[in-house]
């Protein structure tokens, strides 16, 4: 048999475009940007609130947030205005009488005029409202959409931040236990002539420092309670969050990229170049005359004659041809068309920053995890250990032990900072962290 290599390639590249229609396409259409993510949440059987979930509270603001409510009537308004520019113009009834009173005898010499007309849309002009008007209503729905995701979006940090004020609490209260014992030790050693004073006034600042540090935690936390609570409209003070695990490794920014194209930024001035066309079209469309047809009945007293009327009429546009107007809109989509063709462009540079920062944040946060916090532990029991020992001045090991709390707070940090990294990117394309799995095959 001979072989064909030029054929064989050719069989090769087909097959391997097949595989990419077949297999990469289908993910990409069926991922689902801008689903309304109340919509998704499974009900809670119970809500616990001092062991809240994510879901539970999403499932708390689905069901109270005002903006969700008013969203949905945003788009009830929309629709509903699609209807009127459906509508034909009305026609027009029209009475005429002349030749009444004055030397005439009353109304014996009278000329009535009974006319009906009817303007006739000849150029497209209402298709060109309604087009108009489902512009309107998709850039309404799509609102309402985007609102829903901000409200997610807004829920999700406040819930993590509720997070990263009890662990700041927990740490606040570790670190006054420790200061409290370190005073005790102090007082015994300097009883003992083991220390001079300054060590226990140096341990009695420390105390009293915690304890502000403590004091303030413990404000916050009421604050972010109170702050998550407003998003169901609730007051609800006794709160517990609870965490959850860090969002998994994500797609590389390859995989992300054909997303951008219904982006936060971009589809807003794709929806409104859309619109602008369509109020183009509408203007165009006005620009050209409308024909009347008018018909009607004539009667004459004096012979007692009745006669039929017929009538057209027609507008020159010689003068005003909407030229105004069509200029004015042809400008602003130039405009609008600039900004949807750079939105892209920002869109991918906020992706790739997105995407990067949360690399090096979970660099960040491994490093913490495996290294420098146990080091750091390992490092203060050292000194602790020393200290109670007394071969260690206090001074030493209140640096160490400052440096623990850094480090601990270091951790929670960064903790903080990927879940609103994460959350920044669900908001930029309009799909949860868990849908995005889908494009890596999981």
């Not at 150029?123 to 108009?132: D, L, M, P, T, V």
């Not at 009347?292 to 004459?300: A, D, F």
């Not at 913490?368 to 001045?393: C, W």
Request: one cysteine or more; glycine letters at 6%; proline letters at 4%.
């Amino acid at each position: 048999m001979e072989y064909n290599s030029s054929r064989y390639l050719s069989s090769v590249l087909l097959i391997g475009l097949s595989l990419v229609v077949l297999c990469g396409t289908p993910v990409l259409a069926q991922t689902p940007q801008w689903d309304n993510p109340f919509q998704s949440q499974a009900e809670v059987s119970e809500i616990v609130f001092d062991s809240l979930t994510p879901d539970m509270a999403l499932q708390l603001v689905g069901q109270a947030n005002k903006s969700l409510l008013a969203g949905q009537k945003s788009i009830d308004a929309a629709s509903s205005a699609v209807e009127q520019p459906g509508l034909r113009p009305n026609p027009e009834f029209e009475l005429e009488s002349e030749n009444m009173g004055g030397s005439l005898n009353g109304f014996r010499e009278t000329e009535i005029t009974v006319l009906l007309s009817q303007e006739l849309e000849l150029w497209g002009q209402r298709g060109a409202r309604r087009n108009a008007a489902n512009r309107d209503r998709d850039f309404a729905i799509w609102q309402a959409k985007a609102a829903a995701s901000d409200v997610c979006a807004e829920t999700r940090i406040r819930f993590y931040e509720l997070i990263h004020a009890q662990n700041q609490v927990e740490l606040a209260v570790d670190a006054t236990e420790l200061a409290s014992e370190v005073t005790d030790a102090a007082r015994i050693r300097m009883e003992k002539g083991a220390a001079p004073p300054s060590e226990l006034l140096l341990s009695e600042m420390e105390l009293e420092s915690a304890r502000l540090e403590l004091a303030e935690a413990e404000t916050e936390i009421e604050n972010a309670r109170l702050h998550l609570a407003a998003m169901w409209n609730g007051n609800d003070t006794i709160i517990a969050a609870v965490d959850d695990d860090l969002p998994g490794n994500l797609p590389p920014v390859d995989i992300l990229m054909p997303l951008i194209e219904r982006s936060r930024p971009v589809i807003v001035w794709s929806l409104e170049k859309e619109r602008l066309e369509a109020l183009l079209g509408l203007e165009r469309a006005n620009g050209k005359p409308n024909l009347t047809l008018s018909g009607g009945l004539k009667r004459s007293e004096a012979d007692k004659a009745n006669s039929f009327v017929a009538g057209i009429s027609l507008p020159i546009p010689v003068f005003d041809r909407n030229q105004g107007n069509v200029k004015a809109l042809a400008a602003r989509l130039e405009e609008v068309t600039y900004e949807w063709e750079q939105s892209s462009s920002e869109a991918e540079a906020e992706l790739s920053t997105i995407l990067k920062t949360l690399d090096r944040l979970r660099s960040s946060h491994a490093a913490l995890d495996t290294l420098i916090l146990p080091k750091a532990m390992q490092v203060f029991e050292s000194l602790r250990h020393a200290y109670e020992n007394g071969r260690t001045p206090y001074s030493e090991f209140l640096e160490g032990e400052r440096r623990l709390i850094d480090v601990r707070s270091q951790h929670l940090d960064v903790h903080l900072q990927i879940r609103r990294e994460a959350v920044a990117l669900e908001r930029l394309l309009g799909i949860s962290l868990d849908d995005l799995s889908v494009l890596k095959g999981e």
